[in-house]
């Protein structure tokens, strides 16, 4: 073979070799990209189905809260008339006075005007 022959026979191969490693390393890459992309939606699945476990929390924590509140206002409701019956009998021994607000009071001596109104539990 003449030397100029040869010559052109390295750079081919130089070429085809050239070609191969190119074609090899796009397919390393695609390969690559591939992987890294079912690695980002399962990351993206993740972070969806964590998201709707936090909301589905928050959702029931609220619902507690709710049912809590509702429960804590039928049990004052419910005590409302013995805190009201315990009031009263509490100020039965003191005078009303007519204003508004009304005064409740108990003079230290007492004379036959408060003695009156104690009794018959008038307003003064």
């Excluded at 009031?87 to 003695?115: A, D, M, V, W």
């Amino acid at each position: 073979m003449a030397e100029p022959e040869k010559q052109r026979n390295k750079r081919l191969f130089g070429q085809m070799i050239g070609t191969l490693q190119k074609r090899k390393k796009e397919e390393v890459d695609t390969k690559r990209a591939e992987i890294d992309k079912r690695i980002q939606d399962k990351v993206i699945k993740e972070r969806e189905l964590l998201a709707q476990q936090m909301e589905e929390e928050k959702r029931e924590r609220e619902k507690k809260m709710r049912e809590e509140k509702l429960e804590l206002l039928a049990e004052a409701e419910r005590e409302k008339p013995a805190i009201i019956q315990a009031h009263e009998q509490s100020i039965q021994s003191f005078i009303k006075t007519k204003t508004h607000p009304p005064i409740y009071f108990l003079p230290s001596q007492h004379n036959e005007k408060t003695r009156r109104l104690l009794k018959t539990k008038m307003v003064f």
